[in-house]
């Protein structure tokens, strides 16, 4: 039985499902944001425009540690860029190294040079591809990333990684679904997409104008078509059904955000999810302790919830959507 498989299925999954049936939060999965840095600058995300201070490395590998003992079973790392940190690879081995589920999200540009380092250390390699060349590369406003994706891809696979894509629509590739799907069918990837923010840390400021519900019932109504063949999508078919009823995705105030899974802020606020970080002030782990800090973070600010795919997927899944739980299991155990 593989590392990953017993993690999920041991003694942790089980301290879960208790604190479940208790109804008693508990930060089974986090996102660590290594940096808000990035060596991009994409059309649509303002993230590093909130580059600041960073936690050492020391204060990562302590802060998975706290959270180990408060019940971490997965941790995914992101940024910003996060292979800008010279540290990210040593972060990542030690989550490892407490027998967590690892994944990392990346654009790529950075990553070809480690990837047999990540092999060891993760179980899933989450990389940024908006189109085909033209509309990945305009996205990206980095001529020659496109490339680079598909290498890293490719790479990644060879060397035994899981790997996933994920592709942020905005209006200017809406139509690029089918070719996306086509490409993660023939790397072995799964694809997950998800519509463009207005701002990346306010979820109140909504969606990109051009998202509107028409817009993305037909995106919805897409994935769900592309499902029934058998192609890729990563999404789940609730996943997909909340897509399709935008703008009112579901409610902030019932998300399991903050209850199951946060997100680590580089500077070591907790928070539910990153469009929430703003909303209010938020604990911070390094002040009060991670474990303290995740017990006090409380429901979310209410509204209409979001079509962040890997925060939906988690709160399907913690809320005990089935076939969301057998999709991810599907997703991680399958191609
Ligand atoms: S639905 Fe959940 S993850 Fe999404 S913005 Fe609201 S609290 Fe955050």
Same mark, same amino acid.
């Given at each position: ?104 999200? !990346?654009?790529?540009? =950075?990553?070809?040079?480690? @990837?047999?380092?990540?092999?060891? +250390? /993760? &179980? #899933? ?39 996933? !894509?994920?592709?942020? =629509?905005?209006?200017?590739? @809406?139509?690029?679904?089918?070719? +996306? /799907? &086509? #490409? ?152």
């Amino acid at each position: 039985m593989s590392e990953a498989l017993t993690t999920l299925l041991g003694k942790r999954t089980l301290r879960l499902l208790a604190h479940r049936a208790q109804g008693r939060p508990l930060p089974y999965s986090i996102t660590f944001i290594l940096t808000h840095r990035c060596n991009f600058a994409c059309s649509y995300c303002d993230v590093p425009s909130a580059a600041g201070e960073e936690m050492s490395t020391g204060e990562y590998t302590s802060a998975i540690d706290e959270l180990c003992e408060a019940g971490l079973a997965r941790a995914s790392f992101s940024g910003g860029e996060a292979l800008l940190r010279r540290d990210a690879v040593s972060i990542i081995a030690h989550a490892k190294r407490r027998r967590l589920v690892t994944s990392l999200n !990346t654009n790529a540009w =950075l990553a070809e040079r480690h @990837l047999d380092d990540l092999a060891r +250390v /993760l &179980d #899933v390699l989450v990389v940024s591809l908006d189109g085909p060349e033209r509309e990945h590369d305009l996205a990206r406003r980095q001529p020659g990333s496109y490339k680079r994706v598909v290498r890293v891809l490719e790479r990644a696979r060879a060397a035994g990684l899981k790997t996933a !894509t994920i592709t942020v =629509l905005t209006r200017d590739n @809406l139509h690029v679904v089918d070719e +996306v /799907l &086509d #490409v993660s069918r023939r790397l072995g990837s799964f694809a997950y997409f998800q519509p463009a923010y207005l701002e990346c840390f306010e979820r109140d400021r909504g969606l990109q104008p051009e998202l509107g519900a028409r817009v993305l019932a037909d995106v919805a109504e897409r994935l769900a078509s592309s499902k029934r063949r058998g192609l890729p999508v990563g999404a789940s078919s609730a996943y997909i059904e909340r897509l399709g009823r935008a703008p009112h995705f579901g409610r902030c105030e019932r998300c399991n955000a903050g209850r199951y899974f946060a997100t680590v802020m580089p500077d070591g606020t907790l928070v539910p999810c990153h469009l929430t970080s703003r909303a209010r002030s938020w604990p911070n782990g390094r002040t009060m302790g991670f474990a303290a800090a995740f017990r006090s973070l409380g429901r979310p600010p209410s509204g209409d919830g979001c079509a962040i795919s890997p925060y939906q997927e988690a709160d399907l899944v913690f809320g005990g959507d089935l076939g969301a739980a057998r999709d991810a299991f599907a997703r991680f155990f399958g191609r």
